[in-house]
């Protein structure tokens, strides 16, 4: 059975408090497990809850980790400096970004682990660790067949889409709508997935203050999902200033938008799990 978990759901900066204890104040990390591959989506800081679970889960046992960035935005990749994983010989880590960032996929993550800000090296730490760019938008992890697609974000950022042996999973946590059509392509990605986790940062009066800022709308993602006929719609990224009461009024929102057809809507909650061969929604 492949199996969704939360860890980190919010967006460009960690958010602790207990205005934000019921959603999660961890910036984006998903796991996806299925047939004994584990697939991490972003390295977010709710990369280092995860960590956590995994050196309990496994161990002394050898561990093996593909990790799948979006894009090197630092709220997608500051947990990977506190990923027990990395720090352990047995862990065997594959990183893969798109081709293309201004300072390269490697620059990017080994900048973040300089002295100047922090006091590990990324040449130093022990686990076995590969940096891949991918060229090709469609390759194979184990039982999922990925496919990156180009986000509407600043900079170099993608989204995927996981085939997997038991549904489809789409994760776009930073990407804003595009209008005058040219979000078809965006409808067809996501066609009859699963599960969409999709950017829903801002209300619309929000969003018209933030256009152009690369981030979605709660609005906009409820009518894309409906469009591309998805089964459950995932809230994501979202903003640092939305506590659990507003979350809790933007999802009322997105379900009265929704109506009462096939289409459920959530907000992305850290510690989280869904078991996709359970047939969600």
Not at 78 to 100: D, E, M, Q, T
Not at 107 to 130: C, R, W
Not at 173 to 198: S, Y
Not at 256 to 273: F, P, S, Y
Request: glycine share 12%; with cysteine.
């Amino acid at each position: 059975m492949t199996r969704l978990k939360f860890w980190g759901v919010r967006g460009s900066i960690p958010t602790p408090g207990p205005g934000t204890v019921h959603y999660g104040g961890n910036t984006s990390c998903v796991e996806v497990r299925g047939d004994g591959e584990i697939v991490i989506l972003d390295a977010g800081t709710g990369l280092r809850l995860l960590g956590r679970a995994l050196m309990e889960e496994f161990k002394d046992k050898p561990l093996n980790l593909t990790l799948l960035l979006t894009h090197t935005h630092w709220d997608h990749i500051h947990g990977l400096p506190f990923f027990a994983p990395v720090y352990n010989s047995k862990c065997r880590l594959r990183i893969l970004g798109s081709v293309g960032a201004r300072k390269g996929l490697v620059g990017a993550l080994t900048g973040q682990m300089e002295s100047t800000y922090f006091p590990v090296p990324f040449a130093k730490l022990p686990g076995n660790i590969d940096v891949e760019e991918f060229k090709e938008l469609n390759f194979d992890i184990g039982p999922f067949c990925i496919r990156a697609k180009r986000a509407n974000h600043p900079g170099l950022c993608v989204g995927y889409r996981l085939t997997t042996p038991d549904g489809v999973i789409c994760f776009f946590p930073d990407t804003e709508p595009r209008t005058g059509g040219q979000d078809r392509d965006m409808i067809e990605f996501v066609r009859d997935a699963d599960v969409l986790i999709l950017d829903s940062q801002y209300d619309a009066v929000e969003y018209r203050a933030h256009m152009g800022w690369g981030h979605g709308c709660v609005d906009d993602s409820v009518r894309l999902a409906l469009q591309a006929g998805v089964r459950t719609l995932y809230l994501f990224h979202h903003d640092p200033d939305h506590d659990d009461r507003r979350m809790e009024e933007l999802v009322g929102s997105a379900r009265q938008m929704a109506g009462a057809g096939t289409l459920k809507v959530e907000a992305a909650r850290e510690g989280v799990t869904i078991d996709l061969g359970a047939k969600i929604g």
